[in-house]
Structure formats: C-alpha cells, structure tokens
C-alpha cells in the first residue's frame, strides 16, 4: 500500500507525541492517466513520518476523491498500527488536514443505514474510515486551502498548510517516480469492513453505482435477469 519503513519508526516517540496534541497530520491524492496515488505526513517540531502510495482500483472510476479518501484511511491505519504494537491508548484527538472538501465531509460523517451506504461513491472506503474510527482512533477531519504557496510564501503559511503542500510535492514525487513493486492495482483493496460488493466483467465496482447498475441492466447479457 505504501513505502513507509516500518522499521524507522520510533513508535514509543510518536504515541507520545500524539497524545500531548503535538503532531500535525496532512495528507494529498492525485489522478494522472486514470492513475491515483496519495501521501501522508505527520508531523511535529522534531520529527516527521512521509508515507506514500498508489490508490488501487478500476482505472475507469479513479477519481481525485477516491485518492484522498485513501490517504486519510492510511493514516488511521498508520495510528491503530502504533497503537497495535505498543499497547498504549492514544486518548487525544487528532486533527487531519485535507484540501478535498467531499472526502472531509465522509471522513466526518456517521455512516448511512441500511442499503443507502453501498451506493455512495467509494462507499468500501468511507466505512472503512469510519470503522477504524470507532474502534480506537479519536480524529477530525479539517479542509485546508490547496496550492496557497501559489501566492504567499511558504514559511509564512500555516503550519496545515505547509504540511499539506508538502503532501502535494510527495505525491507528485511519488507518481513520477512509483518504484515498480508499488504501481496502482486494477483490483480494490479488500477491505474487512466491507459487507457487500457489486462485481461486473470481474472488476470491483466502487463508485458509480446506478450508472453502472442501469447500463448493465439495459444491455442484452444483464436484461435476461
């Protein structure tokens, strides 16, 4: 899912700087070529963690949200992972930085009853957010201003902000440079809260739901049904 080394990672230091509210967490998607990828950074005064890695799925609905969405997931798992190997609870609430106002608003959100949760656009990821959020991680989501380098230098910037471009200039980074072991899969990640899944041609379908639903149900193969 990404290239950040496990090994390099002084958990002891970061669950404690997590629960004294010093980390500041940005994360970016980006789409090329029907391709997505996302980067991670958490961060404090003396230390920071990058991670990056490619969005899998069907090339066809790769989207910028879906992207991001990916990002915010990995950094939960990146937190229950901490928490997973040292056993200590992190009892603060953590505060995520992303500049897709669609991906913040379901990573906020409580999911939706009954059938409506299947048909939302990357539904299999907004419930694995929230799944993961409910059994230990305490986080926020907040909506920060892209590409605000663009007219304002960099130090001048919002610590978020800052963090966030960097986001932006490692996922760039890591589409032009994607180490061939972790190139984008046209298979989904199977995810353990998912319940449900629609398959058609033997692809995972995510997003697009009803389109796709009511194009195959009005092709001669699907109508028989």
């Known amino acids: 899912m990404g290239n950040l080394d496990a090994a390099q990672v ?3 230091y970061w ?3 997590l629960n004294r509210g010093i980390v500041t967490i940005a994360t970016d998607g980006s789409v090329l070529d029907q391709k997505g990828y996302f980067a991670t950074v958490v961060h404090t005064d003396q230390r920071q ?3 990056q890695g490619p969005c ?3 090339s066809s609905l790769m989207t910028s949200y879906q992207s991001e969405l990916t990002g915010i997931l990995l950094v939960l798992y990146l937190l229950h992972a901490l928490y997973s190997y040292s056993h200590t609870l992190i009892t603060t609430k953590q505060t995520l930085h992303c500049n897709n106002a669609a991906a913040v608003s379901w990573a906020n959100a409580p999911i939706p009853p009954g ?3 299947y048909v939302a656009t990357d539904y299999d990821i907004v419930k694995e957010i929230t799944v993961v959020k409910e059994s230990l991680i305490k986080m926020q989501a907040e909506w920060v201003k892209a590409h605000q380098d663009d007219t304002t230098e960099l130090q001048l910037l919002p610590i978020q902000t800052q963090l966030n471009v960097q ?8 589409r032009l440079n994607t180490p061939t072991n972790l190139q984008p899969s046209s298979m989904p990640l199977k995810l353990t809260s998912t319940r449900a899944t629609l ?3 033997n692809i995972t379908v995510t997003s697009d739901l009803h389109r796709i639903i009511w194009d195959n149900y009005l092709c001669s ?3 028989r049904y």
């Open 10 to 12: 002084n958990v002891e």
């Open 15 to 17: 669950i404690d700087a």
């Open 49 to 51: 963690l990058r991670f």
């Open 56 to 58: 899998d799925g069907d």
């Open 115 to 117: 059938i409506k949760q």
């Open 167 to 174: 986001a932006d200039a490692n996922v760039t980074s890591f």
């Open 199 to 201: 398959i058609v041609n």
């Open 221 to 223: 193969d699907m109508s």
